[in-house]
């Protein structure tokens, strides 16, 4: 049975339908599925708009790629825009807007295949609850290889109905922009933990991951209609969930359990710095390490978030042997060389920020690899850490340029060091 996976549309990406060729206009025979539910989506750079909206659709009968979706609710009118069928069901449709509670009517829907026209009426949202679902926190990749498996954490006072687990492929790209979808798997609503298993559902003779792939996991934390189990991985049955994306890669040899960063779009490569890894990791012990695990690059930029301890010790993986350290001792900018696998203990009262630069560049390792570069962390105190890791990148087609000092910003949660290196052209 094909899986009615999520809804996996790009609010920005919204684009105008244009007329499709009449070979493809087959008439749609079957429209099942319908639903409509709030989304709350996290930080991602998956090409899935982030935020808080409606979602709505259903699975057609014909395949959707060459098909367009228009919702229209009292005055209000969503589209037309490409439905955006996955791999794992070459029959979804659906889009998105901000949601709204002035907006928990059905959604009239008119789907459009060339000439051939087809209408449906979505659930309504009445009784939805005020406030949206929360996200998992605490997520974390064990295990090395293509079947690793991945935890996390619900937050206390939410009882979920059913959860999710999606795999995207960032290798794959949708007829809508976003990135494909290579699992998605319905389980109980207590299940905080799941093995990506080692063959393809879809395709029982392939393997599901390559070792040098990159991937996300979206966990979703889902209420349904009547408070039940998810019936069957369908979208019809959901009134509201939460879905939040953690970039990972299969890892090799010996590997640390270790917590998984939320990475959003690339931002402007003429800085110098790729994306921020976003970590949310509640419950830090004074003391304790914790391994977190980004992509890696020739330097990253450490900073805590608004509220959380300070860092006590670093401890760099042996990607080579020796990096340099940078960090603000009161007033004074402290540099020096620290030896692989050697715990590093900042001055009393930790650090906000530091920088670990002089990762060598003909290593080869790409920013938007996930790979290994497990960097081992204790804290000051007890708190919540939803830091962040900023890679720096560089371009190894480029003349090195010198390496510069940034400024010490009042709007940086930290230490703001970079090595001034353009990004490394992509094959």
């Known amino acids: ?210 070792n040098s792939g990159q991937y996300v996991l979206n966990v979703q934390l889902i209420e349904t209609r009547d408070h039940v189990p998810l019936a069957g991985n369908s979208n019809s049955n959901i009134l509201a969930r939460s879905s939040s994306f953690f970039d990972f890669s299969p890892r090799t040899g010996p590997q640390p359990t270790a917590f998984l960063p939320s990475v959003g779009p690339p931002p402007d490569p003429s800085t110098g710095l790729g994306a921020a890894y976003q970590f949310s990791v509640a419950g830090v012990k004074a003391g304790q390490t914790i391994f977190v695990d980004p992509f890696v690059a020739v330097g990253y930029k450490y900073a805590t978030g608004a509220g959380n301890p300070n860092f006590a010790s670093v401890l760099l993986p042996a990607v080579q042997s020796i990096y340099t350290l940078s960090f603000l001792s009161g007033q004074q900018l402290m540099r020096q060389q620290l030896a692989a696998n050697l715990q590093f203990f900042f001055p009393s009262g930790g650090v906000s920020a530091f920088d670990v630069t002089g990762i060598d560049p003909t290593a080869g390792l790409d920013p938007e690899n996930v790979t290994a570069f497990i960097t081992g962390l204790t804290f000051v105190g007890d708190g919540d850490f939803t830091g962040s890791m900023t890679p720096i990148i560089e371009d190894l087609a480029a003349t090195p340029e010198p390496t510069t000092l940034l400024l010490w910003g009042a709007s940086m949660a930290g230490l703001g060091f970079a090595a001034r290196w353009r990004r490394r052209r992509q094959n």
């Open 1 to 210: 049975m094909i899986l009615r996976a999520l809804v996996l549309v790009a609010l920005t990406m919204s684009v105008a339908f244009c007329d499709l060729p009449a070979a493809n206009a087959l008439p749609i025979t079957s429209i099942t599925q319908l639903n409509n539910f709030r989304d709350t989506r996290g930080l991602n750079d998956v090409g899935i708009g982030q935020g808080d909206v409606d979602q709505f659709g259903a699975d057609l009968v014909p395949p959707t790629a060459t098909t367009a979706i228009t919702g229209v609710q009292g005055g209000f009118t969503v589209g037309p825009r490409p439905c955006g069928p996955l791999a794992i069901d070459a029959n979804f449709c659906a889009t998105a807007t901000p949601f709204s509670l002035s907006r928990l009517g059905s959604w009239n829907l008119t789907f459009q295949n060339g000439p051939d026209v087809a209408t449906a009426v979505t659930p309504t949202l009445a009784g939805i609850a005020p406030a949206p679902v929360p996200f998992p926190t605490s997520v974390t990749i064990s295990n090395t290889g293509t079947t690793p498996t991945l935890s996390w954490t619900v937050p206390a006072g939410f009882t979920p109905d059913a959860v999710r687990v999606v795999v995207y492929d960032k290798s794959l790209t949708r007829t809508n922009g976003a990135n494909d979808v290579i699992l998605s798997t319905a389980l109980a609503s207590t299940q905080t933990t799941f093995q990506i298993p080692a063959m393809d559902p879809q395709h029982p003779t392939q393997p599901l991951l390559k």
